[in-house]
């Protein structure tokens, strides 16, 4: 059985550790990135510069050497190549040895411990930076030469005068430290290899429902109100990982929360007003909503062409709410739906809306009484009642 190392280089040969150097001297044949076999070369040992993982695997297969040891950058454990290596290795007597990771390298270079620091890694991958920021206190992000397009998403979300550090090249001879507020970032002109931690000790990781009204922007569109909201979300029942959308968005009210709840997923927000849509970008950049997509058109035209939904909420429907239901349980059969309803029709359509689909719907009615001060008194005042029609995955 073929012997295969997978070594973690730390950021350069200098960081390589003193079992990582004998497991590199012992092997027959070195293998990786070019980058990082060329930091050996004095060695003489032969070499492949190869990383990609099942390319790696042909070559070990038609090779009659015995022993291998396959460099990869940082840590092993941390977003590293290792992980599809092993995959692909599992004929072969693997072990690995770890590296100095990024992370703890970057963070010893600005002297500070690393324990509470979120990691990501943004590099070649999807990640909601801008949720990791608003959550975390300090937030490290893997990049891959995207810190321009990384800073325009967190400046768009409101943490543009948030402190960022940039390393750039770190344990090579041109490593570069840069200290600047992330509306900056767009403008460095650094390369690939990058890291960049961010700073947020006003970080708020509450998942909020039934927000207070006035913390919204308002505008002359509906809004769910905070108390029949708090009751929508929770029959909604959302998940951090669930692709959601809010139809009929209005001021954007639910799509913030939902986007609060889902936030290691995406919401979209359904509207074909102008101004409803203007509205929710505005309400998202005020709670720093990154995992936000606004639609201005018509809801069936859109759901054709999102992503199926886990989870959705029907505040408006322009009078198509059976469609938008055939729609929703087509793409997803599963969908947990939630319909709100203040005339009478409006509930006789969607309780039909359900049963159509063989799905007996939860029904409840919601009337919210406050106290208004009059004087030295208060007087309650009562809203409109609405009806809470929910069913789906999670009824």
């Keep these: 059985m073929k012997k295969v190392t997978i070594v973690g280089l730390g950021m350069s040969a200098d960081t390589l550790t003193t079992e990582g150097l004998r497991a590199v001297q012992k092997a027959d044949i070195l293998i990786g990135a070019p980058r990082l076999i060329a930091q050996f070369r004095a060695l003489g040992k032969p ?44 004929g072969c007597e693997l072990s690995l040895i770890p590296g100095v990771s990024s992370l703890s390298y970057f963070l010893a270079r600005l002297m500070r411990p690393w324990q509470d620091v979120t990691a990501v890694s943004c590099h070649g991958r999807k990640s909601n930076l801008v949720d990791i920021v608003r959550r975390n206190s300090l937030t490290f992000a893997l990049t891959g030469g995207n810190i321009a397009e990384l800073g325009d998403e967190l400046t768009h979300a409101g943490f543009g005068s948030l402190n960022a550090y940039i390393g750039e090249n770190l344990g090579l001879p041109e490593e570069r430290i840069l200290t600047l507020p992330v509306s900056g970032l767009s403008a ?15 970080h708020d990781s509450r998942v909020r429902f039934g ?20 009751v929508t979300m929770s029959r909604l029942a959302i998940s951090p990982k669930v692709v959601c959308c809010d139809i009929g968005a209005g001021t954007g009210s639910v799509t913030v929360e939902m986007a609060l709840a889902a936030y290691e997923g995406q919401v979209y927000a359904l509207d074909k007003n102008e101004e409803a849509i203007q509205l929710v970008s505005a309400n998202c950049h005020a709670f720093h909503i990154g995992n936000v997509t606004p639609v201005l058109g018509e809801a069936l035209e859109a759901l054709a062409i999102l992503p199926p939904m886990d989870a959705a909420f029907i505040g408006g429907s322009s009078g198509k709410l059976g469609e938008i239901f055939d729609v929703l349980i087509k793409r997803n059969p599963r969908a947990n739906i939630v319909i709100n309803a203040v005339t009478l029709e409006t509930l006789h359509e969607a309780t039909q809306s359900f049963e159509a689909h063989g799905i007996i719907p939860n029904i409840i009615q919601i009337g919210v009484t406050r106290a208004k001060p009059i004087g030295n008194r208060h007087m309650l005042q009562s809203g409109s009642p609405v009806f809470i029609i929910s069913g789906g995955q999670n009824e």
């Excluded at 695997?57 to 599809?84: I, M, P, Q, R």
């Excluded at 927000?211 to 708090?230: H, S």
Aim: charged share 25%.
């Design 47 to 90: 070499s492949l510069a190869e990383y990609a993982p099942e390319k790696v695997a042909h070559f070990l297969n038609e090779s009659e050497n015995e022993s291998f040891c396959v460099l990869v950058s940082g840590d092993t454990g941390f977003y590293s190549a290792a992980d599809g290596l092993c995959s692909v290795l599992k």
């Design 188 to 202: 460095t002109g650094t390369g690939g290899l990058n890291v960049l931690l961010i700073e947020n000790f006003g």
């Design 211 to 230: 927000i207070p009204d006035e913390e919204f922007i308002r505008g002359d569109v509906p809004m769910t109100k905070a108390e029949v909201r708090a």
